[in-house]
C-alpha cells in the first residue's frame, strides 16, 4: 500500500497528491511516470510523475477527473492509501543532465506564466495552474469548436466530451515558440469567431 501523505485541491476537478513511495522516489527522474492503482477493482491510471522528494520518499502527481479511475482517486484523502504505484516507467526527459535541470525548469514556468496572461488577455478562464498544463475554457467560443479550429492547423491540445468538462481545453506547455505559434493563431481566430 502506499499512503497519500498530502492531498490539495488545485482546481474544482484537479486534485496534487504526494504519495509515500520510497522505491520509486529514489530512482525517479523527471520525463519519467506512474502507473497508480485505488484499489483491488480500480483502473491502472498512468500518471505524470510532477516532482519528488527523496528525504521524505515521496512522488508528486496531478490528477484531473477524467472517468470513473480517476473519481475514485479523486475520492480518496491523506492517509488513505493506494494499492498500486508502478514505476518509474518510460524514458527520463533528455534535459535531464544536473546542470540543465534548474533551466529548464524556469523556462517551463515562464513559458507557463506567459501563456495564462496571453489567455487571460483572450477571455479565456481557468485554474491557477502550476503544472505543466492548464485547463482552461473561453468566454464565449465553445471548446469543441476551438478544439477542431486548432486541429486544422495541427495544434494540439486535448478536449473531453464529459458532460462536467466538455467546454474546457487542456493546454499543455510547450516550447515558447510553440505557444507563440499557439497564441498567435487564437488571436487570429478569435477575432473572427
Known sequence: MYPIVRKETLADNIILMDIKAPRVANECLPGQFIIAKTDEVGERIPLTI??????????????????????????????????????????????????????????????????????????????????????????????TELFE???????????????RINNYLRISIGTREEMETFIRF???YLKEA
Open 149 to 163: 479550429a486548432l486541429r486544422r492547423e495541427h495544434i494540439y491540445v486535448r478536449h473531453f466530451t464529459k458532460e
Open 186 to 188: 487564437l488571436k487570429e
Open 50 to 143: 510532477c516532482d519528488y522528494d527523496r528525504e521524505k520518499e515521496t512522488v508528486t502527481i496531478v490528477v484531473q477527473t477524467i472517468g470513473a479511475g480517476t473519481e475514485r482517486m479523486m475520492a480518496l484523502n491523506e492517509g488513505d492509501a493506494l494499492e498500486d504505484f508502478v514505476g518509474p516507467l518510460g524514458c527520463p526527459s533528455e534535459l535531464c543532465e544536473e546542470e540543465n535541470i534548474e533551466e529548464t525548469r524556469k523556462k517551463i514556468i515562464e513559458t507557463r506564466e506567459w501563456t495564462k496572461k496571453e489567455l487571460r488577455a483572450l477571455g479565456f478562464t481557468f485554474g491557477d495552474s502550476m503544472s505543466n498544463f492548464i485547463f482552461a475554457s473561453h468566454e464565449r467560443v465553445p471548446a
